[in-house]
C-alpha cells in the first residue's frame, strides 16, 4: 500500500488566484507594477492594521535588507538579532557589512529574551557601540513579548524592526503582528500561511518609510525623466502576476489560520497526555497563527527517533530551527545566550502543519507517534 507524502507546510490555494494572475495577462500589467499590487498592499492593510503603509517586495529577506537600510544601518554597525530563527532574519546585516549580535529566547514564547536583550545593550554600550537595530521574530506564529521588548528598545533608542514573516494572522493583545515594529516585514514564501510563490511585504506606520522602501525597491530614480540616481537601488518590487496570487490569498487567510490552529488543537488533543511530549502553550493575550505545531521531547535522541519513524513512513517533520549563534557562518558574531534556545533545537520537532492536511493524515501522524513512543 502506498501512501501520499505529508509534507510539513505546503501552499493551499484558495478560489479567485487563478482569476487575478489571469487579470494580470488580460490587461497585459505583467510587470513590477500594476493594480494587483496596489489591491494586495490595500488587503494586507486592511487586515493587518488601517494605520500601517504597506510596500510589497519580491521576499521578506528583501523586506529585512530595505528595513535595515532605512534605519540607517551601514558598514561596521552592529544590529542586535533573535538568535533562535531562520537564517534570514540576519543575512540581510550582513549585506549591509554590518555585524548581527544575537540575543537567546526565553521559556514562555521561545523568542527574544527582554532579559538577555538588556543585557546585550548594556554590554554594547559599556564598550562604546550603540546597536542600530533591534530584529525580533515572532517564531512559529507566536508572538515575542511586545511590550517588554518594546520597554527595552525605547529605554534605550533603538528601533525594532519585526519579523512577522511566519505570524502573519497572529495577534498580542488583540492587535495583528507586523504592527508593532517601528517596522515590519511579511513572507509569502511557498511554506508560510499564505504565499504568492515567493513574495514579501514591508509594513511602516509612517507613509514616507513605504514610499522610501518602494524608491529604494525600483533601482532608487531620481526624479528626473532620464534615468538619474543619488542612491545604491534594488529590484525588490513585487511582481503584478504574483500579486495576483496573493490578492486570493489574503481573501483565504483567516480560514488559513483557523485550519492550523485546529492542527495544533488536534494535536493537543491527542497527544497532550502523552508524558514525552510537551507543547507551546499561548500565554494570556497571546494569539498565534500555529503556523506550525512544534513539540518539545524529553531527549535529541527521542525527538531523532520520532522524525526518522516519520520520515520511513513519508513524512516529513523538522527540527526546529538552529540558533544563528551556533551556525557556522556566524561563528565569530557575539551572542548572549543562555543556553535556551540550545536546547530547543536539541529537543524539538515541528510536525506536518499544513492547512491543506485531511483529518486522516494527522490520524496517521500521531498513531505512528503514541506507536513509536509506546516500544
Ligand atoms: C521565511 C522567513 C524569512 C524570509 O522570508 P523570504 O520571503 O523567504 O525571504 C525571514 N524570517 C523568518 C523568521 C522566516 O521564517
Given at each position: 500500500?502506498?501512501?501520499?507524502k ?13 482569476r487575478y ?9 505583467v510587470?513590477?507594477l500594476?493594480?494587483?499590487?496596489d489591491l494586495f498592499e490595500a488587503?494586507i ?6 494605520n500601517i ?7 521578506g529577506?528583501a523586506?529585512i535588507h530595505?528595513?535595515?537600510?532605512i534605519l540607517g ?8 538579532c533573535?538568535s533562535f530563527?531562520?537564517?534570514a ?5 550582513k549585506?549591509?557589512?554590518?555585524n548581527p549580535?544575537f540575543v537567546?529566547?526565553e521559556?514562555?514564547t521561545w523568542n527574544?529574551?527582554?532579559i538577555l536583550l538588556?543585557?546585550a545593550?548594556l554590554?554594547r554600550l559599556d564598550?562604546?557601540?550603540?546597536p542600530?537595530?533591534?530584529v525580533?521574530?515572532?517564531?512559529y ?5 511586545v511590550?517588554?521588548?518594546r520597554k527595552?528598545?525605547d529605554s534605550y533608542g533603538?528601533p525594532i ?14 492587535e495583528?503582528?507586523s504592527?508593532f ?6 513572507s509569502?514564501?511557498?511554506n ?12 511602516a506606520?509612517?507613509l514616507d ?13 531620481d ?11 534594488y ?6 502576476v504574483?500579486?495576483g496570487?496573493g490578492?486570493?490569498q489574503?481573501e483565504?487567510?483567516s480560514d488559513?489560520?483557523e485550519a ?7 494535536y493537543?488533543s491527542?497527544?497532550g ?5 510537551e507543547f ?7 494569539y ?10 524529553p531527549s535529541?535522541?527521542i525527538r531523532e527517533m520520532?522524525r ?6 513519508d513524512i516529513?517533520?523538522?527540527?526546529l530551527w ?9 561563528e565569530?558574531a557575539?551572542h ?5 534556545s540550545?536546547d530547543l533545537?536539541e529537543r524539538g520537532?515541528c510536525?506536518?502543519?499544513g492547512?491543506?492536511l485531511?483529518k486522516s493524515d494527522?490520524?496517521r501522524?500521531?498513531?505512528l ?7
Open positions: 500500500m502506498t501512501q501520499t505529508i509534507w510539513l507546510s505546503s501552499p493551499h490555494m484558495g478560489v479567485n488566484e487563478q494572475v489571469q487579470e494580470a495577462f488580460d490587461t497585459n500589467w510587470a513590477p500594476g493594480p494587483n499590487v488587503a492593510q486592511d487586515y493587518v492594521d488601517n503603509h504597506v510596500a510589497a517586495l519580491s521576499s529577506t523586506a530595505l528595513a535595515l537600510e544601518v551601514t558598514k561596521g554597525d552592529e544590529v542586535i533573535q530563527t531562520f537564517s532574519s540576519a543575512n540581510p546585516i549585506y549591509l557589512g554590518a549580535v537567546d529566547s521559556r514562555d527574544m529574551s527582554p538588556e543585557k545593550i554590554d564598550n562604546g557601540i550603540k542600530k537595530a533591534i525580533a521574530v515572532h517564531l506564529g507566536m508572538p515575542y513579548k511590550t517588554e521588548i527595552v528598545a533603538i524592526v519585526e519579523d512577522s514573516a511566519e505570524a502573519l494572522g497572529s495577534r498580542y493583545k488583540g495583528n503582528c504592527s515594529g517601528d517596522i515590519g516585514i511579511l509569502f514564501n511557498g508560510k500561511i499564505i504565499t504568492t510563490s515567493g513574495g514579501g511585504a514591508l509594513t506606520k509612517n518609510t513605504k514610499k522610501r522602501a518602494v524608491f529604494l525597491a525600483t533601482q532608487a530614480r526624479n528626473a525623466p532620464h534615468y538619474q540616481h543619488s542612491n545604491i537601488g529590484n525588490y518590487r513585487m511582481s503584478n504574483l500579486a496570487i490578492r486570493g489574503m483565504v487567510l488559513r489560520v492550523r490552529r485546529a492542527n495544533y488543537e488536534f493537543k491527542r497527544l497526555h502523552v508524558k514525552e511530549i507551546l502553550e499561548e500565554p494570556e493575550g497571546f498565534s497563527n500555529r503556523w506550525l505545531t512544534c513539540i518539545l521531547t535529541f535522541e520520532i526518522m519513524a516519520l520520515l520511513e513512513e516529513e517533520s523538522r527540527p538552529k540558533p544563528m549563534h551556533l551556525q557556522p557562518v556566524f565569530k557575539l548572549f545566550s543562555d543556553g535556551t540550545e533545537f520537532l510536525l506536518p502543519s492547512s491543506n485531511e494527522l490520524e501522524i500521531v498513531s507517534i503514541i506507536q513509536k513512543l509506546a516500544k
